[in-house]
């Protein structure tokens, strides 16, 4: 089974998911807890609408013939008789959605292994807007089903236009940050892992820095369509995430950009400030 065979699946289900969440964005009912997914957030009634729809397309797939394994962000994992495997994050950015702030999305990739090297078919659409990224290994990054031309943001080689940046609460992955911080005409931080790197494959994010480890799952599919886009992506000390597991227990931190002069700038300041 192709890759590609997959796609008009999660279009499907993404379609699905956004006739059903906008529309609960920031009510009283987004806002309930029902318990701890098995990716170790806690998961509100949004999160566990948008998995239902998603095993509901899924059970469909295999009823079909194809054969593969979920990795979802609430359940776990699920058996679907084959090795391949078929990550969801329903709902990334859910408190977002939670709290009626429009950047969330829905999140699926496709893999024939269990490391980010391996995934096929990235998927992620912004439920609020539809904006629809999506690549294939080896075949490009595209946007709205055409191919991605993205505008790399310009450099002067001094300060990175615009930085984002995604970390748990705390000061001290901030502090990491620091170098870069004190390089950067903007900050942001968005709250939809996946929309961010998405926007670094298209040029709008010139650096995205994640200084303290967070879950690889949500990466995968993104990290393929910043890839095929041109972009690049180290961890935060400059090493490969390519043998990096999928898996909901693996973590990694991230420094990402379409331009390798802003990366390779981004890692100079924070090996200036090591030394
Ligand atoms: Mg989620």
């Given at each position: 089974?192709?890759?590609?065979?997959?796609?008009?699946?999660?279009?499907?289900?993404?379609?699905?998911?956004?006739?059903?969440?906008?529309?609960?964005?920031?009510?009283?009912?987004?806002?309930?807890?029902?318990?701890?997914?098995a990716?170790?957030?806690?998961?509100?009634?949004?999160?566990?609408?948008?998995?239902d729809?998603?095993?509901?397309?899924?059970?469909?797939?295999?009823?079909?013939?194809?054969?593969?394994?979920?990795?979802?962000?609430?359940?776990?994992?699920?058996?679907?008789?084959?090795?391949?495997?078929?990550?969801?994050?329903?709902l990334?950015?859910?408190?977002?959605?939670?709290?009626?702030?429009?950047?969330?999305?829905?999140?699926?990739?496709?893999?024939?292994?269990?490391?980010?090297?391996?995934?096929?078919?990235?998927?992620?659409?912004?439920?609020?807007?539809?904006?629809?990224?999506?690549?294939?290994?080896?075949?490009?990054?595209?946007?709205?089903?055409?191919p991605?031309?993205?505008?790399?943001?310009?450099?002067?080689?001094?300060?990175?236009?615009?930085?984002?940046?995604?970390?748990?609460?705390?000061?001290?992955?901030?502090?990491?940050?620091?170098?870069?911080?004190?390089?950067?005409?903007?900050?942001?931080?968005?709250?939809?892992?996946?929309?961010?790197?998405?926007?670094?494959?298209?040029?709008?994010?010139?650096?995205?820095?994640?200084?303290?480890?967070?879950?690889?799952?949500?990466?995968?599919?993104?990290?393929?369509?910043?890839?095929?886009?041109?972009?690049?992506?180290?961890?935060?000390?400059?090493?490969?995430?390519?043998?990096?597991?999928?898996?909901?227990?693996?973590?990694?931190?991230?420094?990402a950009?379409?331009?390798?002069?802003?990366?390779?700038?981004?890692?100079?300041?924070?090996?200036?400030?090591?030394?």
């Amino acid at each position: 089974m192709t890759s590609q065979a997959w796609l008009p699946v999660f279009r499907a289900i993404a379609a699905e998911i956004r006739a059903t969440i906008p529309p609960l964005a920031g009510t009283p009912a987004a806002r309930e807890e029902i318990g701890l997914g098995a990716g170790g957030d806690r998961t509100i009634y949004l999160d566990q609408l948008a998995e239902d729809i998603v095993v509901r397309h899924l059970e469909q797939a295999y009823r079909s013939g194809l054969r593969f394994r979920l990795i979802s962000e609430e359940l776990g994992e699920r058996d679907f008789g084959g090795e391949p495997l078929v990550l969801a994050d329903p709902l990334d950015g859910s408190f977002n959605a939670k709290m009626g702030l429009p950047y969330y999305a829905v999140v699926l990739a496709f893999t024939e292994g269990d490391r980010i090297s391996d995934v096929r078919l990235g998927y992620v659409q912004n439920l609020v807007t539809g904006d629809e990224y999506h690549a294939i290994a080896g075949a490009g990054a595209f946007y709205r089903g055409e191919p991605l031309r993205p505008a790399p943001a310009a450099f002067d080689g001094r300060s990175i236009p615009l930085v984002q940046f995604d970390a748990p609460s705390g000061v001290e992955p901030r502090e990491r940050a620091a170098p870069i911080f004190a390089h950067a005409e903007k900050v942001r931080q968005l709250g939809s892992a996946a929309l961010n790197l998405c926007h670094t494959a298209a040029g709008g994010v010139a650096l995205q820095v994640t200084p303290a480890p967070v879950r690889s799952f949500d990466l995968a599919g993104p990290l393929l369509i910043l890839r095929e886009a041109g972009g690049t992506a180290t961890d935060f000390g400059g090493g490969s995430v390519d043998s990096v597991s999928v898996r909901l227990d693996a973590r990694t931190t991230l420094l990402a950009s379409l331009s390798r002069q802003i990366h390779a700038y981004a890692l100079e300041l924070l090996r200036v400030r090591v030394s």
